[in-house]
């Protein structure tokens, strides 16, 4: 168990500006409702203590995701958004009558690419600055 509590310790990161961001733990949440989709992230101190304010992020273009992993660097937050549109009229005619899971209105779209979002984390080498950068990582096809 000791082993397991210094690999959770040694994954923590400062960031490449020499900003001492000390040993954090990160985590987020999502929200999608009829416009953009917002993500929220957290940064815990070693103690549990909320290191700073939540740091929203809106994903331009995109209403709906599955979002439930995330990576994080130093200096960003990276956000895969796969290729997904919500399914409204399965939603109506089979989620509301318990025929599917929420999950089954998700549809994938071949036509579209997956996004991948660098979103700067407030102590990175961006400085917390909304300038964020996404861009088309291939298709799935």
Known sequence: KQQQQQDWHSSSSSSSNGAAAGRTWVGFS?????????????????????????????????????????????????????????????????????RCSIAECLVYDPSQTTKVHLVPRPQGAAGGRRRVQHGQAGSHR
Do not use: C, W
Not at 60 to 89: L, R
């Open 30 to 98: 999502f929200n999608t409702g009829l416009g953009d989709a917002e993500l929220k992230f957290y940064e815990f101190a070693e103690d549990g203590r909320l290191a700073g304010p939540p740091q929203p992020y809106q994903l331009p273009g995109v209403s709906v995701a599955m979002i439930h992993d995330i990576a994080v660097t130093p200096d960003y937050y990276v956000v895969v958004a796969g290729p997904v549109n919500f399914d409204a009229a399965k939603f109506a005619t089979q989620y509301l009558t318990s």
